[in-house]
């Protein structure tokens, strides 16, 4: 730890005034609601440094892992050629590599497909589609869009451009989601019982800081926070302090990339392709207005439309405990399964295929 935002005397000046401000007679439960902040808070061990009375609880904020059962069935089904109006043999599969190894409800995965017919590929943009698309004209290309309002423009980007360049062989399984009705379900669950959220400085950056009033106007803290252990030990800090003085506003302490505004360009992108649509996640249940639907306009591009896929199928039940610890009821290491039957290698659920998930970051880092 050497740079400007990790140094250890600056961690050790932080970690001293959160103590000192912390009251030893109260418990503080903060919620980092962004998978990233999770696995740095891992990574560098940051709730072992903070006062036994401080807790930290992974939230809602892993894309993987919040993505639905019904919704891994249909890309799966989607790479096996058994959605309807499938012409099998031509579509091809492009996704990031964090989804290839998450289990459908009949056990099979991505990874699976990739193997047995070598439809799928990993991409490290979404623009990466467009590419192999115009090299091969003869096969479609699906690209799976999983991720918040941090990814969600990549996405309408790849649409906008294949529009404007007239590619037809793409289409978007669209699985986006937005923040704002997951705190709205957290703030009104009893057993969450948060007092305060580190907010992803990620989404900051794009949605700008006014989706996170309805938190304080919950009277719960809120601090938007970068992903370096300054960074994230300055967001508990400044939540304390709000907590202590039952002053509750959306602080920034990640001014260095995130602004009131956020990024206007990426917003009206994200609006010119993409609409507010019910979604179902992992463990929480259906959101209303918390998913992102390709408009009307752009329907040629639309995975869900083009192939026929049913959003609404039924979600099977697994023993998987990834829904209560999105919602903090749990940490990984109480779930019967942890480190026994899953494991990363032999993984029941996508908090521990993530690399952004609680169980991986608890399981990588011993916690
Ligand atoms: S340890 Fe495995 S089964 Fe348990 S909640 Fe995490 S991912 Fe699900």
Redesign the pocket.
Known sequence: MNNIFSNIDAVKHMTAAISREADPERAYRIMEVCGTHTMSIARYGIASLLPANISLVSGPGCPVCVTSQADIDNSIDLAYGAARKLDSGAVQITTFGDMLRVTGSDGRSLYNAKAERNNVHIIYSPLDTLSLAKDNPDKHYVFMAVGFETTTPMAAGLVHTAAQQGISNISVLSMCKTMPAAFDLLLADPNAKIDGFLCPGNVSIITGSSIYEPIVAAKKAAAIVGFEPMDILSGVLEIIRQINKNDYHVANTYTRAASSDGNKKAQALTNKIFEPCDARWRGLGWLKGSGMAIRYEYMDYDAISLYNLNTRREEQP?????G??LRGYIA?SA?????K??TPMT???????SSE???AAY?KYRI
Do not use: E, K, S, W
């Open positions: 697994t023993q998987c405990r990834c209560d610890i990984p779930c019967p399964l942890f480190g039957a899953c993984a029941v659920g996508p908090c521990m295929v998930g609680a169980c399981y």
